[in-house]
């Protein structure tokens, strides 16, 4: 079974630091890997899709790599700011494989706050 | 707005009432969810539907039924509320071929269910 767990749990920061919001998995047959913010009371934005044949996307102040062969992922978030205060999930896509027919497997987010 | 539409966004249920969670999306996908999160547990699959004309259960199918009306609804029925099934519930799509230039997921916005 898919295990993404995702480091820190918690994380807060004053405004203007550079962070990183790490994501692991075990099984590295994925074939994509999907970076979601949640706002408090809120559904869930996609914010960077990464196939597994790319090594890493961009999206304004946002960066996220994926090495899948050690089941690692990393979210860059360049001069933070207040409104990027969310909560942070990361999710993993398995190849088809007939019964998990390309299920996303979820980490439990990493809550992030940005103070002024 | 092209996306995925949840109705209702809020329920108070007293245990052993009926209700269905009704979920449509406009972008032509072939795959539906749904999920439901909870404190400290994350997002767990309930049922899906990986193309039109077939669901599967998912990891908490228990308590739920599904029903995938057409290629753009899914809906998500509780039989008999439980005071357990108090979550949120998300309902999801994506596309299901490889080939596809966004092989991600849109979430909806939720629906907040409370069974007293």
């Known amino acids: 079974k898919q295990e993404v767990t995702q480091i820190p749990a918690a994380l807060s920061v004053p405004e203007g630091e550079n962070l990183v919001l790490n994501c692991s998995f075990t099984?590295?047959?994925?074939?994509?890997l999907q970076w979601f913010r949640q706002d408090p009371g809120k559904g869930l934005t996609s914010l960077l899709l990464?196939?597994?044949?790319?090594r890493e996307q961009t999206s304004g102040r946002l960066n996220a790599s994926l090495d899948k062969s050690s089941g690692r992922s990393t979210l860059y978030i360049a001069a933070s700011q207040p409104g990027d205060s969310a909560t942070y999930l990361c999710?993993?896509?398995?190849?088809?494989?007939?019964?998990?027919?390309?299920?996303?497997?979820f980490g439990r987010g990493t809550q992030l706050t940005v103070w002024p | 707005n092209a996306g995925v539409t949840q109705t209702p966004k809020f329920q108070v249920l007293k245990t052993g009432q009926s209700m269905t969670l009704q979920c449509a999306q406009d972008m032509n996908h072939n795959s539906m969810y749904w999920y439901r999160q909870d404190p400290g547990m994350g997002l767990r699959l309930i049922y899906y539907?990986?193309?039109?004309?077939?669901?599967d259960k998912g990891e908490v199918p228990n308590g739920y039924n599904v029903s995938r009306l057409n290629k753009r609804e899914f809906s998500l029925r509780l039989e008999s509320a439980a005071p357990s099934q108090t979550s949120v519930y998300f309902c999801?799509?994506?596309?299901?071929?490889?080939?596809?230039?966004?092989?991600?997921?849109?979430f909806g916005s939720g629906t907040r269910l409370t069974v007293v």
């Open positions: 539907s990986a193309s039109e004309g077939t669901t």
């Open positions: 990464i196939q597994s044949s790319q």
């Open positions: 999710a993993v896509r398995l190849a088809d494989r007939g019964s998990t027919l390309g299920r996303l497997y």
């Open positions: 999801a799509s994506s596309r299901r071929r490889r080939g596809s230039p966004n092989y991600g997921y849109t």
């Open positions: 099984d590295s047959a994925i074939y994509n």
